[in-house]
């Protein structure tokens, strides 16, 4: 339930992204959430859902007012299944419906193209999770990011790895999903900033359950840390 608790405290937050956008004849904010609600990952959407439902809940239950005229949100959820074409169908259909913001999506690989849509739309984002530095690097002033970006997540393990775990030679396997490759391409970094030395890189997808030829061509390079 990580995301959910990340979630509730951003009802300030919606508040203030999402004033803007609504104008003041209305009574109704939209806000629409994205993530993947099928799939391998729905556990993670729901949650994600879940917690949005809650802000918007908690607003609500605060009597917000937009220009001195009180409003009520309302949460208009989409399933990208954590699909990029998927994504981006899901992000026109809330423009479409003319929401007033969105949460979401959870994926940086479905974030970052829809990330485009809304900012064409001039709809605010706030993603709750998604983490390749890409998705704020592209100069859209409607997206929002809450955690920590690979920058910060990969290179800070890659470091951990040689301070803490006296690694000296590492192996990485990432799944070339835009989070995955992101992750490691920024551990790789802050590893090899300490000294340590990428003996084996493989790579897989994120539908694989089988990676005994990885792991045996990894073990053959004889890391200390995978």
């Known amino acids: 339930m990580q995301f959910t608790t990340k979630m509730i405290p951003l009802a300030g937050a919606i508040a203030f992204a999402f004033a803007g956008a609504a104008s003041a004849q209305e009574q109704v904010v939209r806000i629409g959430h994205v993530g993947p609600i099928s799939?391998?990952?729905a556990h993670l959407g729901k949650d994600n859902e879940y917690g949005a439902r809650m802000a918007v809940d908690e607003l609500n239950a605060k009597g917000v007012t937009i220009g001195g005229k009180k409003v009520k949100f309302e949460l208009l959820a989409e399933d990208d299944g954590a699909d990029p074409k998927q994504g981006t169908a899901a992000a026109q259909k809330l423009v479409d419906a003319k929401v007033n913001g969105v949460i979401g999506h959870l994926n940086s690989g479905t974030t970052i193209p829809?990330?485009?849509?809304?900012?064409?739309?001039?709809?605010?984002?706030?993603s709750p999770s998604a983490t390749n530095p890409k998705y704020t690097q592209q100069g859209f002033k409607s997206a929002f990011r809450v955690?920590?970006?690979d920058g910060q997540l990969g290179g800070t393990l890659?470091?951990?790895?040689?301070?803490k775990l006296n690694a000296k030679k590492v192996a990485v396997v990432d799944d070339r999903t835009a989070y995955g490759q992101g992750v490691?391409?920024?551990?790789?970094?802050?590893a090899k900033g300490k000294g340590v030395q990428v003996v084996a890189q493989q790579y897989?997808?994120?539908k694989a359950t089988d990676f005994n030829a990885i792991l045996t061509a990894i073990k053959a390079k004889n890391p200390d840390v995978v």
Request: glycine share 12%; no cysteine.
């Open 114 to 126: 829809a990330s485009k849509i809304y900012h064409d739309a001039g709809i605010p984002q706030i």
């Open 147 to 149: 955690v920590a970006n």
């Open 184 to 190: 490691a391409e920024e551990f790789i970094k802050g």
């Open 158 to 163: 890659g470091r951990y790895a040689a301070e």
């Open 204 to 206: 897989t997808n994120d």
């Open 39 to 41: 799939g391998a990952i």
